[in-house]
């Protein structure tokens, strides 16, 4: 790319995605044409590191810049904050190290900030929280320490947050619950947050589809608030992961990594059919909440590796729309209810690890599922289980007891 010279000067689209690009990108890229808005070398292979220029050496009207899965290295250069015009970001999927410059707080219109799989360090600058227009924000993936600054609850246009895989501690802050009624995705999966899950997280985010806080450090129960998810019982909207349209067929298509079924799975433009609770691996307490049956739109539901005591109720079967269910490793009790059977949705289902008694309702849809699913609970039985239940004993003497008698009785 060093020695290309591209043209005319009154480009405003270039996208040079998957274009098999190498090397690095010369300063004089980025006067081929002052007119330009849309920039888009995604999934090349660019190295070196990002150019440090000068107010005025960028496009003044750029608008859309995506350099993500390269293998672009070093850090960011304070000068990205000289490009105000610019409402999207998107350097995912790099090898980015150091700290994420404040100056970003420059670009005033910035609606999508995607700096996630990359090596950075450091504290989330408080600056991010002036970037009032951002519906976007991906640092997953990186190196990134401290607390969740409280800037951020400036963000209140923001629809999705994802702070996964991190070294974020201290407690999820009470106003995320309070400022972010349009979020839609919450992703806080394995960091090392700790405390209680407060009521007043859960009590605002009437628009969220997924929440994620699996593998940290959860205390208490699962608050009841949970019930007020309400975007979690109703019907989908196809269309509403397409953030960035502006009218242009060059959009910013978000991104999600789900864990379910034992599988990593990545959805784009399949998104809109994820709506999750992901729990896992934490050391929450307190009874299965019942307000959980109420969320009809659930997909994906995973409580396991917790503390969690209890019964599962009857009306878990009002979850029509359920996938995935995961509740091993916890210390749930009594009979797995019958009205299982009636999910036929159901993929996966794993009950292992808990203290479930009594016969398995092995009719219907649950009938689909081998014994890996029902293992280490010492007082279940029936099939898929080798363990007999003592009725089925009973059953299968008198069963025998009777054919005896009719053999008896046809011989004479």
């Not at 970003?104 to 910035?110: F, Y």
Request: aromatic share 8%.
């Amino acid at each position: 790319m060093g020695s290309c010279q591209i043209g005319p000067a009154f480009l405003i689209y270039l996208d040079l995605s998957n274009a098999s690009i190498s090397s690095s990108i010369p300063n004089w890229f980025w006067n081929i044409s002052s007119n330009l808005e849309y920039v888009i070398l995604s999934h090349n292979q660019l190295q070196g590191h990002l150019p440090n220029l000068n107010i005025g050496e960028f496009p003044p009207n750029l608008h859309f810049l995506s350099l993500s899965s390269n293998l672009i290295t070093e850090t960011m250069p304070n000068s990205i904050g000289h490009v105000s015009s610019l409402e999207v970001i998107d350097f995912s999927s790099n090898n980015l190290i150091g700290s994420i410059p404040s100056t970003i707080n420059n670009c005033s219109h910035l609606m999508v900030l995607d700096l996630g799989n990359n090596s950075l360090s450091g504290r989330i600058p408080k600056s991010l929280g002036q970037l009032q227009l951002l519906k976007s924000l991906h640092l997953n993936c990186n190196k990134l320490s401290g607390e969740i600054p409280s800037s951020l609850q400036n963000l209140t246009s923001l629809d999705v947050l994802d702070l996964s895989y991190n070294n974020l501690s201290g407690q999820i802050p009470a106003w995320i619950g309070t400022t972010f009624a349009n979020l839609v995705i919450l992703n806080l999966r394995s960091n090392m947050f700790s405390g209680r899950l407060l009521p007043s997280m859960l009590s605002n985010l009437s628009s969220l589809h997924v929440l994620d806080l699996a593998q940290n450090n959860m205390t208490g129960e699962i608050p009841v608030t949970l019930v007020e998810l309400k975007a979690m019982a109703q019907d989908r909207d196809m269309g509403m992961y397409s953030l960035y349209a502006n009218g242009s067929s060059y959009k910013y298509e978000e991104r999600l990594i789900v864990i379910t079924k034992g599988l990593i799975l990545e959805y784009t433009r399949a998104l809109s059919l994820v709506v999750s609770i992901d729990i896992p691996d934490n050391n929450l307490s307190g009874e299965f909440p019942k307000g959980m049956t109420k969320l009809f739109g659930l997909v994906f539901l995973n409580l396991s590796m917790n503390h969690i005591t209890g019964q599962i109720l009857e009306s878990i079967s009002k979850l029509r729309q359920l996938s995935s269910l995961d509740l091993s490793s916890n210390n749930l009790f009594g009979s797995i209810p019958s009205s299982m059977s009636s999910l036929s949705f159901l993929g996966y289902l794993n009950l292992s690890n808990n203290n479930f008694s009594g016969k398995i309702p092995f009719i219907g849809h649950m009938s689909t599922f081998i014994d890996l699913a029902f293992t280490r609970n010492p007082n279940l039985c029936g099939a898929p289980l080798v363990i007999k239940c003592q009725d089925e004993d009973l059953d299968k003497r008198q069963s025998a007891s009777i054919e005896d008698k009719i053999d008896g009785g046809y011989v004479d």
